[in-house]
């Protein structure tokens, strides 16, 4: 199967070997004339199965495997795919970021419940960060984690949180130098070409010399989410 979609501006032709997850891409479809085509090798979903959880079919394989090549093919354009739970609050984008099953879902959650109307969900796993001259943009993305969660808004970028489980709830801000090494596993590319490897390195660059990064060491509870909403407000008066 042959659609093309329209990801952070830029228009991507993708091949599906089965349309099971065609309808995730639906919101992104266009008629526009696609910059470049994306597929997942057949070589490498089979690489690729035996690190995901046991259930997980050939199809989702290939609906995973799709972001980082997507990613590849958007670095050219200054985009790039974020694992993160991205939030809407006082016209901003936050982003929550972690390994996997580390609370990220958790900590919107908590936010939601405690704060209601304040927040929106942008993207429950994968946004795409946009770099523009005057920012970053935090676009929706075909990838929002097994809960769904997403909207097609789109926000500039205020702040990235990254989370760690503790006893302790306890939150401060990060130096670009101590956040360099775990932001850069969180950006989602293959890393299988050396030019795409400097070219995410140089927009991380970008990122950590335009946007803060805190560290949110918590107890998954609602006084964490109480924590790093005043933080983030004392830090923005």
Known sequence: MELTVVLAGIPVRLSLRSPAYAACFQPFWTEADPVAA????????????????????????????LGPRVC???????RILFHGAAILWRGR???????????????????????????????GDKPLLEFREGGILVHPSPWRGK??????????????ILLEQSEENRMR???????????????????????????????????LAQVPVWLLQNRGDAASAALCRDTLMEAQT
């Open 72 to 78: 590849d093919a958007l670095l050219p354009y200054g």
């Open 38 to 65: 994306v597929r997942v090798p057949e070589d490498a979903l089979k690489e690729a199965a035996p690190h995901y959880e046991a259930g997980t079919t050939p199809e989702q394989v290939e609906y995973l495997e």
């Open 173 to 207: 801000r990060m130096l670009s130098a101590e956040a360099a090494g775990p932001l850069l596993t969180q950006l989602l590319f293959t890393r299988k070409n050396a030019d795409d490897v400097r070219a995410a390195c140089a927009l991380e660059e970008r990122l």
């Open 93 to 123: 984008a936050w982003i929550f970021t972690a390994n996997s099953g580390t609370g990220k879902t958790t900590q919107y959650m908590l936010w939601k419940l405690c704060f209601g109307s304040e927040i929106k969900i942008l993207n």
């Open 147 to 160: 809960e769904g969660l997403g909207s097609l808004d789109a926000a500039p970028l205020g702040g990235i």
